[in-house]
Structure formats: structure tokens, C-alpha cells
T-cell receptor
Framework: DVKVTQSSRYLVKRTGEKVFLECVQDMDHENMFWYRQDPGLGLRLIYFSYDVKMKEKGDIPEGYSVSREKKERFSLILESASTNQTSMYLC????????????FGQGTRLTVV | GENVEQHPSTLSVQEGDSAVIKCTYSDSASNYFPWYKQELGKRPQLIIDIRSNVGEKKDQRIAVTLNKTAKHFSLHITETQPEDSAVYFCAANRPHGSSNTGKLIFGQGTTLQVKP
């Protein structure tokens, strides 16, 4: 069973704080993703990583950065949290091989106050 | 970049009826089109996918069709049941290189309600 685990289910942070969201997968997947989910907007891609230390911006990277120092771990960093970053954050992973399923973590509900 | 549009945003059907959700995509390089189901409070999970070399795929009550020329793909659920109630997302890939599926770009989601 593929397991993608996010470090927190719920987080409350203050405006201006630096926030780290962690994601770990145990299936040796090359690809990892961070999405944010907002009602009516679907899942929007923040960042994509296809290998250790390799990353590509998604559609909404502003205000975020990522780190992938090890294959199994992909971190999302909010350098200075703002209230408009209050959202559900979903991590996912998939194999490099063409056309393979992405597996999602359980999500982190982040509230910035 | 890839843009995926999904319609309708909400869909309500009577148990036993069929439901159809439609998506369009913009990137002609896309070659993988998965559909995910997200039940309330749970993570999205793959229910069916289709590759660009086929036009239709069926799995029991669920089918997906793909029209590459028109850049349309659709999810069809027959004989709907209350447990089909969920949010459904379509997606299209933006390939990375020649062999990596790359990024998955999702539609806005459809909330399906099946009334008993």
C-alpha cells in the first residue's frame, strides 16, 4: 500500500510566521507535488519536484518555496504566512514512469490568523 | 501552460440515473487523463484514467471517453448510488521530458449529489 503522509492534519499560524509543511512517501516515487485546495477552484499546483533537489513552479508559486533534500521527503515553506494562504494543502507523489497514478496525502488544513 | 476546465460545478441526480461530467484541456502534449473522487473529509483517490492512445475505457458503472481532436474528455457514471456522492476532479498531465508524466493539472471539481 502506497503511503503519503503529511506531518500535520491541522495547523494554526500567525501572520508573518515561517511555516513548514512536511510530506513523506514510502514508495520510492520520483515525482512529488504540492497542491492547495479551495472551494470552487479545485486543486491548484504550487510546486512539482521530479528528483532530489529538482523542482518546477506550478501555477501559483508566489509566496511559497519548496525543498527536496531526500527522495522521500518534500517540504512546502511559507516564508511569511498571510491570511490569504489559509487553505487545505495536499501533497501527492507518483512514479516517473509515463502515465502513472498520483497518490495523495490526507491533507493539512492551515489557518493563518 | 495547461488549463483544464470542468463542468458542471454541481450535479444532482436521482438514484439510478446517469451522471456525466465534462472536461476540456488546452495542451496538445497532454497524454494522460485521470479522474479522482474525493469523499467528504478524505483524500482524492483515482477512480479511472485514460491514456491518449484510446478513446474509451470502462470499469463497471464508470466510463471515460476521450476526444483528442476536440481536447474533450468525460466521465460517465451509470446507475448512480448514494455512495457515489462526492467531489469529482478531472486532470490532464503536462509531460516533463519524453517519459515523465510530469505535472497533473486539475479541473475545478464537480460536486455530485445522488438523491435516494
Amino acid at each position: 500500500d502506497v503511503k503519503v503522509t503529511q506531518s500535520s492534519r491541522y495547523l494554526v499560524k500567525r501572520t508573518g510566521e515561517k511555516v513548514f509543511l512536511e510530506c513523506v512517501q514510502d514508495m520510492d516515487h520520483e515525482n512529488m507535488f504540492w497542491y492547495r485546495q479551495d472551494p470552487g477552484l479545485g486543486l491548484r499546483l504550487i510546486y512539482f519536484s521530479y528528483d532530489v533537489k529538482m523542482k518546477e513552479k506550478g501555477d501559483i508559486p508566489e509566496g511559497y518555496s519548496v525543498s527536496r533534500e531526500k527522495k522521500e521527503r518534500f517540504s512546502l515553506i511559507l516564508e511569511s504566512a498571510s491570511t490569504n494562504q489559509t487553505s487545505m494543502y495536499l501533497c501527492a507523489s507518483s512514479l516517473l514512469t509515463e502515465n502513472t497514478e498520483a497518490f495523495f496525502g490526507q491533507g493539512t488544513r492551515l489557518t493563518v490568523v | 501552460g495547461e488549463n483544464v476546465e470542468q463542468h458542471p460545478s454541481t450535479l444532482s441526480v436521482q438514484e439510478g440515473d446517469s451522471a456525466v461530467i465534462k472536461c476540456t484541456y488546452s495542451d496538445s502534449a497532454s497524454n494522460y487523463f485521470p479522474w479522482y473522487k474525493q469523499e467528504l473529509g478524505k483524500r482524492p483517490q483515482l477512480i479511472i484514467d485514460i491514456r491518449s492512445n484510446v478513446g474509451e475505457k470502462k470499469d463497471q458503472r464508470i466510463a471515460v471517453t476521450l476526444n483528442k481532436t476536440a481536447k474533450h474528455f468525460s466521465l460517465h457514471i451509470t446507475e448512480t448510488q448514494p455512495e457515489d456522492s462526492a467531489v469529482y476532479f478531472c486532470a490532464a498531465n503536462r509531460p516533463h521530458g519524453s517519459s515523465n508524466t510530469g505535472k497533473l493539472i486539475f479541473g475545478q471539481g464537480t460536486t455530485l449529489q445522488v438523491k435516494p
